[in-house]
């Protein structure tokens, strides 16, 4: 029987100690530099990630778009595997990341012979398809606010360095917002303009400096800018 899903508390890792040590021996583990692709969206699914350290961005549609960010503790591909079907996305390297790589065959099994884990992943899939809906939902709202709720998700991660005066800042380009955002390059070069206008972001080469965290968190909740 499915456990409620109480049973599994948010943050939480997905699968516990033991279960991440059974993986452990089967599968093996690969260090990756940013920006290495580890999957293709339409490949086949014949293998699934555990990440270790490190975050992975998950990356699909025709302008590419940044659909979700998945950190320590978490699996990607897995839902592939065990339904059979190609990749419905493509998954690179954000940062420097360790990955357990297991085969689809000993995925399989895992899951066969762990039903705890079993019920995780479904509760899981019912999270991911609940982050889906709000992505969607967010395609609809104004730049600003699709900007602001992607930085706020990159300080929510750990994925921002923190300064001594309390500013954070992230290496991107112009283009990796668009994709972050799910907009043009243009629309978001106005966005960060106005960010700036307000005081809440800076900006140099590849470089995006936040120097307001809990205004850019008014901007995500839909609180309007001054000039925006």
């Given at each position: 029987?499915?456990?409620?899903?109480?049973?599994?508390?948010?943050?939480?890792?997905?699968?516990?100690?033991?279960?991440?040590?059974?993986l452990?021996?089967?599968g093996?583990?690969?260090?990756?530099?940013?920006?290495h692709?580890?999957?293709r969206?339409?490949?086949?699914?014949d293998?699934?990630?555990?990440?270790?350290?490190?975050?992975v961005?998950?990356?699909?549609?025709?302008?590419?778009?940044?659909?979700?960010?998945?950190?320590?503790?978490?699996?990607?591909?897995?839902?592939?595997?065990?339904?059979?079907?190609?990749?419905?996305?493509?998954?690179?390297a954000?940062?420097?990341?360790?990955?357990?790589?297991?085969?689809?065959?000993?995925?399989?099994?895992?899951?066969?012979?762990?039903?705890?884990a079993?019920?995780?992943?479904?509760?899981e899939?019912?999270?991911?398809?609940?982050?889906?809906?709000?992505?969607?939902?967010?395609?609809?709202?104004?730049?600003?606010?699709?900007?602001?709720?992607?930085?706020?998700?990159?300080?929510?991660?750990?994925?921002?360095?923190?300064?001594?005066?309390?500013?954070?800042?992230?290496?991107?380009?112009?283009?990796?917002?668009?994709?972050?955002?799910?907009?043009?390059?243009?629309?978001?070069?106005?966005?960060?303009?106005?960010?700036?206008?307000n005081?809440?972001?800076?900006?140099?080469?590849?470089?995006?400096?936040?120097?307001?965290?809990?205004?850019?968190?008014?901007v995500?909740?839909?609180?309007?800018?001054?000039?925006?």
């Amino acid at each position: 029987m499915i456990m409620d899903e109480q049973h599994f508390a948010q943050g939480a890792p997905l699968l516990t100690k033991e279960e991440t040590l059974e993986l452990e021996r089967v599968g093996s583990t690969l260090r990756r530099q940013a920006g290495h692709t580890f999957m293709r969206e339409g490949e086949d699914s014949d293998f699934v990630l555990l990440i270790r350290k490190g975050t992975v961005k998950v990356i699909s549609g025709k302008p590419e778009r940044i659909i979700a960010l998945r950190g320590p503790g978490e699996t990607v591909g897995e839902m592939g595997v065990l339904l059979g079907k190609p990749r419905s996305a493509t998954v690179v390297a954000w940062d420097d990341v360790t990955v357990l790589h297991v085969s689809d065959i000993e995925w399989r099994r895992f899951v066969d012979e762990h039903p705890r884990a079993k019920d995780a992943l479904i509760v899981e899939l019912g999270n991911r398809l609940d982050e889906a809906s709000k992505k969607i939902g967010d395609s609809d709202l104004a730049v600003e606010r699709r900007l602001a709720k992607a930085l706020a998700e990159l300080v929510e991660r750990g994925l921002t360095t923190t300064h001594d005066d309390g500013t954070r800042s992230v290496r991107l380009a112009q283009k990796d917002l668009a994709t972050l955002t799910g907009s043009s390059v243009e629309a978001v070069k106005k966005a960060v303009k106005v960010f700036k206008d307000n005081g809440l972001v800076d900006t140099g080469r590849l470089v995006l400096c936040i120097r307001d965290v809990a205004a850019l968190a008014d901007v995500a909740d839909g609180k309007p800018l001054a000039s925006g």
